[in-house]
Structures are given as structure tokens and as C-alpha cells.
């Protein structure tokens, strides 16, 4: 049984294919920073044009400043802190679970309400 994708085809060549593909992704996405700099801010707020390698520093400045991000989503921090939230409410009585829901209050943690109110059916 013979494989006959693309990358098996390329040999040793997909360890060039692939940090190729990486650099050139990365490469055009500093060029769109640079014309999105160059075509609007100027107009708006007055300031100077920029060159690609400018770009690309303003873009490691931002990860640098905001974070390279990879804690969202459904592995995140948010959903770790969602588990164990959710972890404590099941270990509450009914009683713990109404105080707490009216100290959180429902305007502002409306869904954790709709989830105390659908483990409280399941129980009974």
C-alpha cells in the first residue's frame, strides 16, 4: 500500500516546505500591518508611514505588550476557571446555591443562574 500525498512526494524537501510556508505567512502579514499602517493612519491621526521592517517591529512590540494570546478558547484559562466554578456549584445544597446566586445577582451572571436552575431540576 503506497502513500502518494504531496508532502511524502517532496522527500526531504518538507523540511524546507514547511518553514518556507511559515516565513511567507508571517511575511505577508507584516505587509498587510505595513499598508493598513501607511493607508489609514496617516490621514487620521497624523503620523509618518512606515516600511516593513518597521512593521514587523510594531508587531513584536505588540506580542510583546498584549501577549501571543493561546490561553483563550476552549483550553483556556476562561475555561478552567469555568470547570472549577462549576465543580464547586455541583458540591452546593440548594440553599448555598440560592445565596450565592443572589449574592452574583442574575443581571451579570445570568447563565450560571440558568445552570444552577437545570443541575437543581435534574436532582429533584
Same mark, same amino acid.
Given at each position: =500500500?503506497?502513500?502518494?500525498?504531496?508532502?511524502?512526494?517532496?522527500? &526531504?524537501?518538507?523540511?524546507?516546505?514547511?518553514?518556507?510556508?511559515?516565513?511567507? +505567512? +508571517?511575511?505577508?502579514?507584516?505587509?498587510?500591518?505595513?499598508?493598513?499602517?501607511?493607508?489609514?493612519?496617516?490621514?487620521?491621526?497624523?503620523?509618518?508611514?512606515?516600511?516593513?521592517?518597521?512593521?514587523?517591529?510594531?508587531?513584536?512590540?505588540? &506580542?510583546?505588550?498584549?501577549?501571543? *494570546?493561546?490561553?483563550? *478558547?476552549?483550553?483556556?484559562?476562561?475555561?478552567?476557571? &469555568?470547570?472549577?466554578?462549576?465543580?464547586?456549584?455541583?458540591?452546593?445544597?440548594?440553599?448555598?446555591?440560592?445565596?450565592? &446566586?443572589?449574592? =452574583?445577582?442574575?443581571?451579570?451572571? *445570568?447563565?450560571?443562574?440558568?445552570?444552577?436552575?437545570?443541575?437543581?431540576?435534574?436532582?429533584?
Amino acid at each position: =500500500m503506497r502513500r502518494n500525498n504531496f508532502i511524502e512526494r517532496m522527500g &526531504k524537501g518538507k523540511y524546507v516546505f514547511i518553514p518556507l510556508m511559515v516565513f511567507s +505567512m +508571517m511575511a505577508l502579514f507584516t505587509y498587510v500591518v505595513m499598508l493598513l499602517w501607511n493607508n489609514i493612519l496617516p490621514d487620521v491621526i497624523h503620523v509618518a508611514t512606515i516600511t516593513f521592517w518597521q512593521s514587523a517591529g510594531i508587531i513584536v512590540l505588540c &506580542k510583546l505588550l498584549f501577549g501571543f *494570546g493561546g490561553m483563550g *478558547g476552549p483550553g483556556g484559562r476562561g475555561a478552567f476557571r &469555568k470547570r472549577q466554578l462549576a465543580e464547586k456549584m455541583k458540591s452546593m445544597s440548594p440553599e448555598e446555591l440560592e445565596r450565592f &446566586k443572589e449574592r =452574583m445577582g442574575e443581571h451579570k451572571f *445570568g447563565r450560571f443562574g440558568n445552570w444552577c436552575r437545570d443541575e437543581k431540576e435534574e436532582g429533584k
